[in-house]
């Protein structure tokens, strides 16, 4: 029985500077999001985006009282 496919890693695009263009699109409710905001920080980069990441998983949403 042959393993199943790896998960695909996310992969951020570093995006030209905001104001440039059209905004970038992220994926605010994915898992990675977090992990993929580091990367654009620790690369100093100016703005990113999710567009052609293929890693997208929706985040579990945790209500607060508020939310109800």
């Known amino acids: ?11 951020p695009a570093a995006l030209p500077a905001p ?3 059209e905004p970038p699109f992220r994926h605010l409710d ?7 905001l580091d990367v654009a ?3 100093r980069w100016e703005s990113w985006g999710c567009t052609g990441c293929r ?3 929706v ?5 607060d009282q508020e939310d109800r």
């Open 1 to 11: 029985m042959a393993a199943p496919p790896p998960e695909p890693s996310p992969c």
């Open 19 to 21: 104001g440039s263009g």
């Open 30 to 36: 994915c898992i990675h999001y977090d992990s993929c």
């Open 41 to 43: 920080i620790l690369k």
């Open 55 to 57: 890693a997208f998983q």
């Open 59 to 63: 985040s579990p949403r945790v209500y």
